[in-house]
């Protein structure tokens, strides 16, 4: 069976004292029966979140990376640096960096070979925008979407690979999937990766739900066959809700 993650996405929130209060929090509120359990703040925080996570079972990751092992590069982190920074995981190709940094397929397909290869787990996002959903072109986006960025990958590459279903019009906009729309997208994905890789590894790879995951929907979405978690935006920079939703992936 597939362990649950839940994972929050801090974006860009929070100075170093309202993060540390935060994550002492959340660590204070976890123990041996909840799920994994995964921290993304911004770069600026990660090494104040360190020391709060350091004898915790809270993993910590990063929101981006670039592909280049160091260089000139202005503004830019590498795979090395976020490792060494004490992450595990880092997320790739979130809707937010599609849309106003110009993200495709293909940095996503780079830069998820990056963090495999550095030993980085990737948080790999896909989803459909409105316009897309409602003319009935989910599933060609999705398709397009996972191919794009992982079609290249070896199924041993894959097996180590976090994927990410944000419908980008759930996003931020208290707007949730129903869990049995957001089920069905699992789904494909899951197909997706049965015929890429086989039943027995597709069955090992956890794919999450984002977009307006809160306390009172979190445990619908994730009682769901395919849903093996979530990536939680708001809802993650407050203590409270946030624990609710790592209770409800019990
Ligand atoms: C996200 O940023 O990945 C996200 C899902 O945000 P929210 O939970 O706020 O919709």
Redesign the pocket.
């Known amino acids: 069976m597939r362990q649950k993650l839940v994972a929050g996405?801090w974006?860009m929130h929070l100075s170093t004292d309202e993060a540390r209060d935060l994550a002492r929090s959340i660590v204070e509120s976890i123990d041996n029966t909840t799920p994994e359990v995964l921290l993304c703040p911004s770069f600026t925080l990660i090494s104040a979140i360190k020391d709060e996570v350091e004898d915790s079972p809270v993993f910590l990751g990063a929101q981006n990376l670039f592909w280049e092992p160091k260089g000139a590069f202005t503004g830019e982190i590498s795979a090395e640096m976020i490792l060494d920074a004490g992450c595990t995981h880092v997320i790739i190709g979130?809707s937010?960096r599609r849309q106003y940094f110009g993200e495709t397929d293909a940095s996503v397909q780079r830069k998820t070979a990056t963090a495999l290869q550095a030993g980085l787990i990737p948080i790999v996002c896909v989803g459909e925008t409105l316009e897309e959903r409602e003319e009935g072109q989910t599933s060609v986006v999705i398709n397009r979407q996972v191919s794009g960025a992982l079609e290249r990958f070896k199924p041993e590459d894959i097996r180590k690979l976090v994927i990410a279903y944000?419908p980008v019009w759930?996003?931020?906009?208290g707007r949730t999937a129903t869990p049995e729309t957001a089920q069905e997208v699992h789904q494909l994905i899951r197909a997706w990766l049965i015929d890429h890789s086989g039943k027995e590894i597709a069955e090992t790879v956890r794919i999450l739900y984002?977009?307006?995951?809160k306390p009172d929907n979190a445990e619908t979405l994730f009682s769901q066959v395919d849903i093996d978690g979530g990536?939680?935006?708001?809802?993650s920079l407050k203590a409270e809700a946030f624990s609710a939703i790592i209770k409800a992936a019990r």
């Open positions: 996405n974006k979130h937010e944000e759930a996003i931020g906009t984002g977009g307006s995951v990536l939680v935006g708001g809802a």
